[in-house]
């Protein structure tokens, strides 16, 4: 009695085990497509750029441009002082400074005074 009662638990499990496993089977080609669509479009979405994106992008470069020719102006300034006192040093620093802000002035936006 106890051994039937065993054999019968037991085919009423794996009556529900072969059952979940033929459903697994049966939906694994669409789990699977399923998947592999939401990962195409996760990698679509990492390698392009929103145009949102791109402005800020770009909106960040000319403000960093910016800062950096507002620097080397301020140290053209300076040197231009101290080569007006003969300092021949900052004389020619001046020269390589210019010629950074000749450099960057293409990627600065015109400034209104």
Do not use: N
């Amino acid at each position: 009695m106890k051994r039937s009662l065993i054999l019968m638990a037991i085919s009423l499990a794996c009556s529900g085990c072969a059952a979940k496993t033929v459903f697994d089977l049966a939906t694994m080609p669409v789990k699977t497509t399923r998947d592999a669509v939401g990962a195409g479009s996760k990698t679509v979405d990492l390698l392009t750029t929103s145009q949102g994106e791109a402005d800020r992008h770009r909106g960040r470069q000319i403000r960093k441009a910016e800062q950096r020719l507002t620097r080397l102006e301020h140290r053209y300034r300076d040197q231009s002082e101290d080569c007006e006192d003969s300092d021949e040093d900052a004389c020619r620093k001046r020269i390589e400074t210019w010629d950074e802000i000749k450099a960057l002035r293409p990627y600065v936006p015109q400034r209104q005074y």
